[in-house]
């Protein structure tokens, strides 16, 4: 029996985050899916819902925590000034997010062949700007990552501790959800480098038909964005404590 930890939890509440949202990115963009052409409404419901998913395994399979995102890791770390466990959380969720993006390429397998376009194909596994400009792009992601990660954070305040711990995963997952519809036009909202660069490796690597290039001129954007959001955010958070 394999025993249930924190890293396990990370590493599968990750897989299951990105198994379940780039699902629905496939599902929408993919020729010959029931949900094709279905829209940025399922899209952003999706993602919602596979975070809500992803948390409850994490939290299911010993991380209660239930970061699934490095932005949260690092945050939380620079909050609390405990390390300890960054390097091997940041490690499961992006070994996660490349786990969870093959399982999409292997579900989806017979609709990659009948699908012409090969950018439909990598807006499956990470995401691109509406109007590309680095600048503008860079300081979307890292707005967006500050939006989760102060929501997050006074979701698990002492203000609302006694009221939502059995809704905390559901919450969250609203929390995504309102930033997809709200914020998630300009860049495809990744706000989570295991999110976008895990998959984007995956599309990379895994023999995909009909594939294009995986775009790495834009690849810095979604990784190093929430990253600044997420140590701005840890820096104020340790601030006002």
Request: glycine share 12%; proline share 6%.
């Amino acid at each position: 029996m394999i025993a249930h930890t924190p890293v396990l939890g990370e590493f599968l509440g990750t897989t299951v985050l990105v198994f379940m949202g780039d699902g629905v990115n496939a599902g929408v963009l993919l020729r010959g899916s029931k949900a094709e052409n279905s829209g940025w409404i399922v899209i952003a419901s999706g993602w919602a819902f596979a975070v809500f998913c992803g948390v409850l395994t994490a939290i299911a399979f010993g991380s209660p925590a239930a970061h699934l995102n490095p932005a949260i890791t690092i945050a939380a770390a620079i909050q609390t000034g405990d390390f300890a466990s960054a390097a091997s959380f940041l490690a499961a969720q992006m070994a996660g997010g490349f786990v969870g993006a093959a399982l999409v390429w292997l579900f989806y397998f017979p609709h990659w062949r009948v699908t012409s376009d090969p950018a439909a194909k990598l807006a499956i596994f990470c995401t691109a700007p509406a109007i590309r400009s680095p600048f503008w792009n860079f300081l979307a992601e890292a707005l967006a990552t500050a939006i989760l990660l102060l929501t997050t954070h006074a979701l698990g305040s002492r203000i609302f501790s006694g009221a939502t711990p059995s809704l905390a995963p559901f919450l969250v997952g609203v929390i995504v959800w309102s930033i997809g519809l709200s914020l998630g036009g300009v860049t495809g909202y990744a706000i989570n480098p295991a999110r976008d660069l895990s998959p984007r490796i995956a599309h990379a690597l895994l023999p995909i038909a009909g594939k294009g290039r995986s775009d790495w001129s834009y690849a810095p954007i979604p990784v190093f964005g929430p990253l600044l959001g997420a140590v701005v955010t840890g820096i104020f958070l340790r601030i006002v404590g």
